[in-house]
């Protein structure tokens, strides 16, 4: 059952965090160099360690095999057609080339992996959120990087 405290919780510690790292940009705490050295640990470091975590704390059961292999296919499904999607918008466009491919890249690859895990966690309960979320970003990971 979802616990809407929790969830809120999760979602305005997260705001909180969004507020602070957009004050230390523009204080000059967090230059362009050091920023691109975090996004590059949260892409090497913290969603490869998220993974594990999610999979590790997870029962391998045949039912959680089976929503394993059904959030992938989901995962697949939706990123194919956001591309389609988001090829037909940007064609529709009328707008600088380079500008078209980044706002196409980011219609169909949304900042769903480290910020997701703590609100499924908190919709699904603890694991199985997680769990969920990690064949997600796996299959995320296979279609952003093919």
């Not at 969830?7 to 691109?36: A, P, Q």
């Not at 590059?40 to 590790?56: C, D, E, K, R, T």
């Not at 992938?72 to 990123?79: K, T």
């Amino acid at each position: 059952m979802m616990d809407f405290s929790r969830l809120l919780t999760i979602i305005l510690t997260l705001f909180l965090l969004m507020i602070c790292g957009y004050v230390c940009r523009k204080v000059g705490i967090i230059d362009n160099n050091s920023s691109k050295a975090l996004s590059q640990l949260i892409i090497s470091v913290g969603q490869p360690m998220l993974i594990i975590n999610a999979l590790n704390n997870a029962k391998f059961t045949a039912e959680n095999l089976t929503i394993a292999w059904q959030v992938v296919l989901i995962s697949f499904a939706m990123h194919t057609l956001m591309s389609a999607m988001a090829f037909g918008v940007c064609k529709l466009m009328k707008k600088n080339p380079d500008q078209l491919k980044i706002f196409e890249f980011s219609l169909v690859f949304a900042n769903a992996g480290f910020i997701g895990f703590p609100i499924l966690d908190s919709i699904f309960g603890d694991g199985i959120g997680s769990f969920m979320g990690a064949f997600y970003v796996i299959a995320f990971h296979l279609f952003l990087w093919t």
